[in-house]
């Protein structure tokens, strides 16, 4: 799927902001491991396996008519066969219906692991936690 587990993580973006499930299905680990795969999104509980978490996918995507990720402070590393990426999803959403067409902008920090297999670098774990604002002015 991807050289590295930085194209992974960039690929995981990708597919969200294209809100195609078939990508994100492709980033995230399965065989052996699809039981092991866990998210947490901001302000949900806790998902485990691959099923409940692409589930989950096709809810948000569902309900997403547009969203776009600028990471920053991304960093990478790589230990053997598992790699762990950390950044701020700094995010701004849109929605058609809207009398502006935007609804939020926000920032996420996220912990993604990847671990490496056969087809490649596949996300095991994505985890983000809101930013708060006040935070951010201090």
Not at 11 to 26: P, Q, S, T, V
Not at 62 to 87: K, R, S
């Amino acid at each position: 799927m991807s050289d590295g587990p930085e194209a992974a993580n960039t690929e995981y973006y990708a597919a969200f902001e294209a809100g195609d499930l078939d990508r994100m299905a492709a980033v995230w680990a399965d065989g052996p491991l699809a039981s092991d795969v866990t998210c947490v999104h901001p302000g949900w509980p806790m998902l485990r396996g691959r099923d409940e978490v692409l589930r989950s996918w096709a809810l948000i995507m569902a309900n997403t008519t547009y969203i776009q990720f600028v990471l920053t402070d991304v960093e990478c590393g790589v230990y053997g066969d598992h790699a762990v990426v950390t950044c701020k999803e700094n995010m701004l959403t849109a929605d058609d219906e809207s009398e502006t067409g935007f609804l939020a902008g926000g920032s996420t920090v996220a912990t993604n692991v990847f671990v490496r297999g056969d087809e490649g670098w596949r996300l095991l774990l994505h985890h983000g936690s809101p930013v708060l604002g006040i935070a951010e002015e201090e």
